[in-house]
């Protein structure tokens, strides 16, 4: 089993920054990629953002593109988002997300192991 938890969530003002982490334990794939995931309050999950094993590859909604930036420390098993310039709808629970293999994917389906998400309250 592979276990991931998140922190770093928090309130901010508008125009603020947070960076999330992400750490992965347990029986971790060789490699794997990484993707990070949000759900406003009656909305559906969204894709946020994903990186391959290597970090040389990454992905963005169009939403976060310039704002958002995703790395990881493989060394720690661990990946971050790195949120400037957030803003209200930016609001939501921030979850991680892991999947064995090179491919980035930005459907929530491709991904077998979840961690149990992290508040992001952005105030205008």
């Known amino acids: 089993q592979v276990q991931l938890v998140e922190s770093g969530g928090g309130s901010v003002q508008a125009g603020g920054s947070l960076r999330l982490s992400c750490t992965a334990s347990?029986?971790?794939?060789?490699?794997?990629?990484m993707g990070w995931f949000r759900k406003a309050p009656g909305k559906e999950r969204d894709f946020v953002a994903a990186i391959t094993w290597t970090g040389s590859n990454t992905n963005y909604a169009e939403s976060v593109k310039g704002r958002f930036t995703i790395s990881r420390d493989n060394a720690k098993n661990t990946v971050f988002l790195r949120m400037n310039s957030l803003n209200p709808e930016d609001t939501a629970v921030y979850y991680c997300a892991l999947k064995s293999g090179t491919m980035l994917q930005s459907s929530g389906s491709n991904y077998g192991y979840w961690g149990r998400g992290t508040q992001v309250t952005v105030s205008s």
């Open positions: 347990g029986r971790t794939p060789t490699n794997y990629a």
